[in-house]
């Protein structure tokens, strides 16, 4: 079952259209995931309303969500979209979250009263409106990686590029660089033809070093890249995938799991 991170983004994201108009749109501070088919939380960020309240801790299950002017709903109803536009809203207001942390029972649920504010940690984030099949894909700068050579997306003009944005920290991320690393191997056709993309988001280039040396990841093109690229890009949440044709085009967007089949249909010819 694939795994899914979003950002519950903060302040200063208000284009996305959430929230109400002249008011800072803000979030409480946690990473969702779903796990088990169930809402979860994944990470906790500091500085936040969720970090202050000293009770939500990574692995606490959601059981529903409320806010000042939305009466509370079941998590299974609102699923990933709908908790995230339930999470966010003006900087300020209160959202009613209720929980069962993690290895407890339902009978051990608890509601919280939350209020949104502003995430400092989230001001590098795109804001999830992902680039059009068509357009051009902006040039980014990367640092491969375990060289720290720098290159750029222009680099690869005449190649489809598959361009995976990750963390170590994003434990669905894991499976999704696997499989890039996987794929050379898989699609021997594709060599000089396709370049695989794994760009780290994490802070610390030594430790994405660490991580892909402990997992053996060295087939793929890994790299990091900086805020610049996660804006750029309008990456809200890890994994999110691009692919790129041979005129430097967006081609899809967000379909990791259908990598192979919108490559082989570019190196034919045919269009997406």
Not at 43 to 53: C, G, H, I, M, T
Not at 88 to 114: Q, W
Request: charged share 25%.
């Amino acid at each position: 079952m694939k795994m899914v991170i979003l950002f519950v983004l903060a302040a200063g994201l208000g284009s996305m259209g959430w929230g109400v108009l002249g008011q800072e749109t803000a979030g409480i501070g946690v990473v969702l995931g779903v796990e088990g088919g169930k809402l979860v939380i994944l990470r906790v960020l500091p500085d936040s309303a969720a970090a202050n309240s000293k009770v939500i801790h990574a692995g606490d299950r959601i059981v529903s969500i409320g806010a000042e002017d939305k009466p509370a709903v079941a998590a299974e109803e609102l699923k990933m979209a709908g908790a995230v536009r339930m999470l966010r809203g003006p900087k300020g207001t209160p959202v009613y979250l209720t929980i069962i942390p993690a290895g407890k029972e339902e009978s051990d649920a608890r509601t919280l009263r939350l209020i949104r504010g502003e995430l400092k940690e989230l001001s590098a984030w795109g804001d999830g409106k992902r680039l059009e099949a068509g357009t051009k894909a902006p040039n980014i700068r990367m640092v491969i990686l375990p060289e720290k050579q720098t290159e750029h997306l222009t680099n690869y003009t005449g190649k489809i590029v598959v361009l995976e944005f990750w963390a170590t920290w994003c434990g669905p991320c894991q499976q999704a660089v696997a499989n890039l690393q996987a794929y050379m191997d898989q699609y021997p056709n594709w060599r000089d033809k396709v370049v695989l993309v794994a760009a780290s988001i994490d802070e610390s280039q030594e430790a994405v070093i660490k991580h892909l040396k402990a997992n053996g990841w060295d087939k793929a093109h890994n790299a990091w890249v900086g805020t610049d690229a996660v804006k750029a890009y309008h990456v809200d949440g890890v994994p999110t995938t691009y692919v790129i044709d041979q005129e430097g085009r967006i081609a899809r967007a967000d379909h990791t799991s259908e990598i192979p089949t919108v490559v082989n249909r570019l190196m034919s010819g045919k269009a997406d």
